[in-house]
């Protein structure tokens, strides 16, 4: 998600148009990939915490808060942002970092995806397989 909603924010073309990210996305789920988006509505917080690591940050702040913004705009449409069709798990709405409880929450429900997975293989292994 992070390679279409970074090549907006500069202004650029993402290699993976709608139907390749599709795809890719697809692929990935098939091997159980959990997608987490994090976002603030609190833009001082946010500075404030990128002030501290400006030297070691890859983009200005205000690429940052564009892309923020994006994941908001994605999570409030359902996972549709512009011609894409973005799947996600879960938003974790943060003031500065995640707490705990945001850690524990994720773990939980990619263990619980896991499990699922694992569940799914065992149930349509094809017969003779190895794994």
Known sequence: MSEIVYAAARREVSPLDPEKYRMLDGYLRTLGAFTVVFTTANQAALYDRFKKRADVEMYEFDLIWEVNRSYRKIVA?????DHYAVDFDMEIVIDKWPSITDVRNVVYAYVT?????????????PKGACW
Do not use: A, I, T, Y
């Open 113 to 125: 995806r896991f499990k699922k997975m694992e569940e799914l293989r065992r149930e349509h292994r």
């Open 77 to 81: 449409n359902g996972g549709r942002w």
